[in-house]
């Protein structure tokens, strides 16, 4: 069965770090990727790579602050996330799709989805 885990979210404040990791199962994925959601908000698109991880796509709100990183090995995908400010606040959602979309940010593209992990940056 398709299963995708997410761990590492918690609190931090602002300027601080934390790593997500998202740990897949029952297939490889060709792309995978990160969303996140505030209270009150649309789900919104954070980052994406490819298997290879030689194609990225990042969110302007989060360049320079957050890198995206794979272990097919394992088939985990990380979120490092540095400088961290209190508009970081959401639930991220790793995601997963079986198509190349890198490119395409929408939710509505990708096929699975991990349960979320909650992150609070405090100031």
């Known amino acids: 069965q398709v299963q995708l885990v997410e761990s590492g979210g918690g609190l931090v404040q602002a300027g601080g770090s934390l790593r997500l990791s998202c740990a897949a199962s029952g297939r490889t994925f060709r792309s995978m990727g990160w969303f996140r959601q505030a209270p009150g908000k649309e789900r919104e698109f954070v980052v994406a790579?490819?298997?290879?991880?030689?194609?990225?796509n990042y969110a302007d709100s989060v360049k320079g602050r957050f890198t995206i990183s794979r272990d097919n090995a394992k088939n985990t995908v990380y979120l490092q996330m540095n400088s961290l400010k209190p508009e970081d606040t959401a639930v991220y959602y790793c995601?997963?799709?079986?198509?190349?979309?890198?490119?395409?940010?929408?939710?509505?593209?990708?096929?699975?989805w991990g349960q979320g992990t909650q992150v609070t940056v405090s100031s």
């Open positions: 790579i490819s298997w290879s991880g030689s194609t990225t």
């Open positions: 995601a997963a799709s079986i198509a190349l979309t890198v490119g395409y940010p929408g939710p509505a593209r990708y096929d699975y």
